[in-house]
């Protein structure tokens, strides 16, 4: 069955950078694009970007252009959300998913990882 | 951006009820449309895919229809498991963008 697994909770000072983790299994890694998620306190969903886990091409929304990076390594099924110069208002959960294969539903996600901005 | 707009935000129901959530888009999206379910303290659920397509697992009673810029999302009677909040994402181009959400409570 397919399972994402995240890393566990973080708690940041303003200016520090965050990197997150996201382990699969049951599935060929490299066969489907994988997309970050945030949800801050009590808000809805908000939507990041993807990585091509075969190629590592990526696609930000314009909102984190400059300020994440998604990687992968495929070796170890699992990929990555780094994001920089935290801010309070970067305080969310964030969700790693998985798409459903040539279309961008997202189809199984990981259980969330708490990200704690504050001084 | 395409910009989703959900209504209503709050919806008051019973057990047994039908209820419809509904979802606009700011252009014509078809028929990249999905609909998740999320409870507190848990990630999304995927109910509904390609506007119309129910993802496998999930109960008959949930279907999706619409087209263009216009969708929505039935639950033709109400259980218990079914009371979270509901959002609406369109998938055809980026950035990828959610609906507000809808909270469906208890009345």
């Known amino acids: 069955q397919v399972q994402l697994v995240q890393s566990g909770a973080e708690v940041k000072k303003p200016g520090a950078s965050v990197k997150v983790s996201c382990k699969s299994s049951?599935?060929?890694?490299?066969?489907?694009?994988m997309h970050w998620v945030r949800q801050a306190p009590g808000q809805g969903l908000e939507w990041m970007g993807w990585i091509n886990p075969k190629s590592g091409g990526t696609n930000y929304a314009q909102k984190f252009q400059g300020r994440v990076t998604m990687t992968r390594d495929t070796s170890i099924s699992t990929a990555y959300m780094d994001l920089t110069s935290l801010t309070p208002d970067d305080t969310s959960v964030y969700f790693c998913a998985r798409d459903g294969g040539g279309t961008s539903e997202s189809k199984y996600w990981g259980q969330g990882t708490l990200v704690t901005v504050s001084s | 951006d395409i910009q989703m707009t959900q209504s209503p935000s709050t919806l008051s129901a019973s057990v047994g009820d039908r209820v419809t959530i509904t979802c606009r888009a700011s252009?014509?999206?078809?028929?990249?449309l999905a609909w998740y379910q999320q409870k507190p303290g848990k990630a999304p659920k995927l109910l509904i895919y390609?506007?119309?397509s129910l993802e496998s697992g999930v109960p008959s009673r949930f279907s999706g229809s619409g087209s263009g810029t216009e969708f929505t999302l039935s639950i033709s009677s109400l259980q218990p498991d079914d009371f979270a909040t509901y959002y609406c994402q369109q998938y055809k181009s980026s950035p990828l963008t959610f609906g507000g959400g809808t909270k469906v409570d208890i009345k």
């Open positions: 390609k506007a119309s």
């Open positions: 252009q014509s999206i078809s028929p990249w």
């Open positions: 049951g599935y060929t890694f490299t066969g489907y694009y």
